[in-house]
């Protein structure tokens, strides 16, 4: 009985002396928690792969947990946790989302990484369906300003700066940034733990990555006018006077070099032959006012119009070469089909835009129909519409281009739209147009977002000398349209008027 005793006590001291270790010299074991489960989740399947299973390799534990449950009741569970480590929480990762007009307080003891932006825009109701272009600018008392995000502006709606700012500009005030924040409580754990959630972010099998900067979303901004007839005396001035660039254009010339892409209509053939082809108007001008156009900012004009032939075939394919030879981009003529079917590809601002310009206006009082000098098989001419168009859009469109349609089209002198124009212009939206710019009716008609896309169906006269006495003939305008991530969010018309050989901002 003696020798139980003995045993009993020795246990006993043992037991003792096994708590008191445990108790005074069990090793801590540091814990980072995590607030967020989706966080806690990509971080820890990260923490596995640097770690292993057996956190004992790691100078701290990732936790969402303050008190873990513990599942198994069993005894040896039960023993196992009354031995574990004591644990005490270092860090804690939290989400903070802010406003640049109210940003996130960032305090000494936290590290702030910036993992997601939101960009919001707000926008009014789109009224452009006066004939008087200063209307385009007119916001009725009872406007509202929705707020909403890029892929999501109301139907019918145009995005609008906010403070002198777009989208993408440093301090833009609607932008929604999500930070993660991780708040130290020991100072000794802090670069350990910087140091993970750094390889955490270069992983790439991590869905949580740090944005440096604002997203890719640059605005590209593309500019359009109507009809240009250059004669009447204005390519003396643009090709003979120093100061021409400001005689013919005024104050719009800033607006149309300021774009990053600008696009006319040149109303008449570019020749020096004198044959010319039975009809009301005969339009032609010299090659040499195409370096003063270039100048003013254009960088593609269309010339698949009804007075391109007014000189017959030979000022047409005139007209070809001067504009190759000159440096500005056209499409939708050329020596035989193939090539009035190209599109004119160039790339800005990193994305790639495609351009085509199509001839749809109706027959001539004169009886010129444009359709007689469509480009077919080997014959030199204009692409003239049909449904291969639109194939060739949709094949461009899976290629991630912005394409962009310049149309002629419409009745002359009409302020409303005929429904063969609408109809064609809504199909090439259909297809993957995000612009179509329309000439040809001489005067304004109405600008509308359709779908994903934006339609100006008659952009009217933008230089044209002699046109005053025809009602509404002298209202101008130059469409601005801004995309953001190959959406057009920005619909910025500047109302002009012309006064004989100036066009200039109302």
């Not at 969402?64 to 009741?73: L, S, T």
């Not at 006319?264 to 156009?293: C, M, Q, R, W």
Request: aromatic share 12%; glycine share 8%; with cysteine.
């Amino acid at each position: 009985m003696k020798k139980v005793k003995i045993v009993f006590n020795i246990l006993i001291i043992i037991l003792i002396l096994t708590l008191t270790f445990f108790v005074f010299w069990n090793p801590k074991q540091y814990l980072v928690f995590v607030e967020n489960q989706e966080i806690y989740d990509e971080l820890f399947s990260v923490f596995e792969k640097e770690f292993g299973k057996n956190s004992q390799k790691s100078p701290f534990y990732l936790t969402n947990q303050v008190k873990p449950k513990i599942e198994d009741k069993s005894f040896n569970r039960l023993i196992q946790n009354l031995f574990q480590p004591s644990s005490e929480i270092v860090a804690n990762i939290s989400l903070a989302k802010d406003f640049p007009f109210n940003p996130v307080e960032k305090l000494e003891n936290q590290k702030v990484y910036k993992i997601g932006e939101k960009n919001f825009i707000p926008s009014v109701e789109m009224n452009f369906t006066s004939s008087k272009s200063d209307d385009y600018v007119k916001l009725p008392p009872d406007f509202s300003v929705s707020i909403s995000e890029i892929d999501k502006i109301p139907e019918n709606h145009r995005g609008v700066k906010v403070e002198n700012q777009y989208v993408t500009e440093e301090g833009y005030k609607f932008r929604e940034n999500t930070y993660l924040v991780c708040s130290f409580f020991d100072e000794n754990s802090r670069d350990e733990i910087q140091n993970f959630l750094e390889k955490a972010f270069s992983d790439t099998n991590c869905n949580i990555t740090l944005v440096e900067k604002s997203e890719n979303l640059t605005p590209l901004f593309i500019a359009g006018v109507g009809d240009m007839m250059v004669g009447r005396g204005v390519q003396e001035i643009l090709i003979y006077y120093k100061d021409g660039l400001a005689r013919v254009f005024a104050d719009t010339l800033p607006i149309l070099q300021g774009a990053d892409l600008t696009l006319g209509n040149l109303e008449g053939a570019i020749t020096y032959h004198n044959e010319i082809l039975p009809k009301t108007y005969n339009f032609k001008f010299d090659k040499k006012v195409l370096s003063p156009l270039k100048n003013a900012g254009f960088d593609y004009l269309m010339i698949n119009n009804n007075h391109v032939f007014d000189y017959g075939q030979k000022g047409f394919l005139d007209s070809i070469n001067a504009l190759k030879e000159a440096g500005i981009a056209t499409s939708g003529v050329g020596k035989n089909y193939e090539e009035a079917s190209k599109f004119y590809i160039t790339k800005v601002k990193n994305q790639n835009v495609a351009i085509i310009s199509v001839g749809a206006y109706p027959k001539e009082r004169s009886g010129f129909d444009g359709a007689n000098v469509a480009a077919t098989g080997e014959n030199p001419g204009v692409l003239w519409k049909n449904d291969k168009i639109f194939q060739s859009v949709k094949e461009l469109k899976k290629q991630g281009m912005l394409i962009i349609a310049s149309v002629h089209d419409g009745d002359e002198y009409g302020f409303k739209t005929n429904e063969a124009q609408k109809d064609f212009s809504e199909k090439l939206i259909d297809s993957g147009v995000s612009l179509v710019l329309e000439s040809h009716t001489h005067v304004l008609q109405p600008i509308q977002r359709y779908k994903d896309g934006i339609i100006a169906y008659g952009l009217g006269n933008f230089v044209f000398p002699g046109m005053e006495e025809i009602p509404g003939a002298t209202e101008s305008l130059v469409l601005r349209v801004g995309f953001v991530d190959g959406k057009p969010i920005y619909v910025e018309p500047y109302p002009c008027e012309i006064d004989g050989t100036q066009v200039r901002g109302k």
